[in-house]
């Protein structure tokens, strides 16, 4: 592989249109305050909020209420907070620290309750806690208090209580998967790690936290459609289209940053590397690879349709329900390439670009009591 010299990101052709919330920018300052009032955030907090999530939120809502888009926007914050700390365990050796978080969470999707984490293992970062916060806060904090599970905690009750049954439980089961994922990644760091690209494909469609979100959309919307209809084969593989889309294309925004700090959790260097190619070649494999999802995506639209056809689902309100889903997915699409392209200093910034670590990581947040 050669080196990434210079690089540019294509015009990936995405036939769609798109518009934003007129408060996004709004959504974004709010969802700021949140995850620095939740101490998600504690320092270069303007870096942070150049993330732009309030804009990505505003670019994929649809015509919402402005909580609407505001819950949506602190969900992704607190996403984006959860992947860079579950990075720098990853960075520090401290995974071990990750298992008290998740267990929390998952069980205040199970339960709603939150219970005390197991006592804090005795790593380099509780070594660092105990420095500066003392050795009982150190060994004594729980999971609960954690800013991502209290951060967690605050939002999803505010998410469940918007959405049906239906939607809830497709949440539900969506979360743990995604932080399923994270762990996947960790093992794929590493040449002995490495995942075939295959591999690579199904776990990403989980690493790059969508389906949640367009759980929490799809509830914004109104949208409830049954279970037998998220069932169907032509629906899957349209959200798997999409998915497929918007994860390829990220792959090709935070290539940088990926190549310079080894990560193999990316499709253009995997390409690069089982293929025996430069960077220049896989981010071109990578393009043609997302023109034809796109088919897929579009060819896939018309196959759900005939299949509903097929299956006598001629109720009005329904289809309806399924077309704006469809709307949706192509919002997702598009949306988030122009979030990427032109409202987010993430993949712009030097630092990232350079392989290091977000300046608003917090090396202690695990351990806060």
């Known amino acids: 592989m050669t080196q990434l010299n210079s690089f540019s990101v294509p015009d990936f052709h995405l036939p769609f249109g798109n518009s934003k919330h007129p408060l996004a920018a709004r959504a974004n300052a709010d969802a700021t305050s949140w995850a620095v009032r939740h101490e998600l955030v504690t320092d270069a907090v303007e870096q942070f909020a150049g993330?732009?999530?309030g804009h990505l939120a505003g670019r994929v809502s649809g015509e919402v209420p402005y909580e609407t888009v505001a819950l949506l926007?602190?969900?992704?914050?607190?996403?984006f907070v959860l992947d860079d700390q579950h990075d720098h365990l990853i960075r520090t050796g401290e995974?071990?620290?990750w298992r008290p978080v998740v267990g929390a969470i998952t069980e205040h999707l199970e339960t709603g309750g939150t219970p005390e984490a197991?006592?804090?293992?005795?790593?380099?970062?509780?070594?660092?806690?105990?420095?500066?916060?003392?050795?009982?806060?150190?060994?004594?904090?729980?999971?609960?208090?954690?800013?991502?599970?209290?951060?967690?905690?605050?939002?999803?009750?505010?998410?469940?209580?918007?959405?049906?049954?239906?939607?809830?439980?497709?949440?539900?089961?969506?979360?743990?998967?995604?932080?399923?994922?994270?762990?996947?990644?960790?093992g794929n760091r590493g040449t002995v790690g490495r995942p075939s690209v295959d591999e690579y494909i199904l776990m990403r469609r989980h690493s790059s936290q969508m389906l949640p979100m367009m759980d929490m959309v799809e509830a914004g919307l109104g949208i409830d459609l049954p279970q037998r209809i998220h069932d169907l084969p032509e629906f899957k593989a349209l959200i798997a289209s999409a998915v497929d889309v918007i994860s390829w294309g990220n792959d090709v925004f935070s290539l940088p940053k990926e190549y310079s700090c080894g990560d193999n959790n990316n499709l253009v260097s995997l390409i690069a590397s089982w293929e025996g190619c430069?960077?220049?070649?896989?981010?071109?494999a990578v393009e043609n690879r997302i023109q034809a999802r796109i088919e897929d995506f579009l060819t896939g639209e018309r196959l759900l349709f005939e299949t509903l056809d097929a299956r006598g689902e001629t109720d009005g309100a329904i289809r309806a329900d399924v077309a704006r889903c469809v709307r949706s997915y192509e919002d997702w699409i598009i949306g988030a390439d122009l979030w990427q392209r032109y409202?987010?200093?993430?993949?712009?910034?030097?630092?990232?670009?350079?392989g290091l670590e977000s300046a608003y990581t917090r090396p202690d947040l695990v351990w806060v009591a």
Not at 343 to 354: G, P, Q
């Open 51 to 53: 993330i732009g999530f």
């Open 95 to 97: 995974l071990e620290a």
């Open 343 to 354: 409202e987010c200093t993430r993949y712009s910034d030097e630092r990232f670009a350079a």
């Open 278 to 284: 430069s960077l220049a070649d896989g981010v071109r």
């Open 118 to 186: 197991p006592g804090t293992p005795d790593t380099q970062g509780a070594r660092r806690a105990r420095q500066t916060q003392g050795a009982r806060a150190a060994q004594g904090a729980g999971a609960r208090r954690n800013p991502l599970v209290s951060g967690f905690v605050d939002v999803c009750d505010r998410i469940l209580a918007g959405m049906s049954e239906g939607t809830a439980a497709r949440y539900r089961a969506h979360v743990p998967l995604m932080l399923h994922s994270l762990d996947q990644e960790a």
């Open 73 to 79: 926007a602190e969900w992704m914050a607190w996403s």
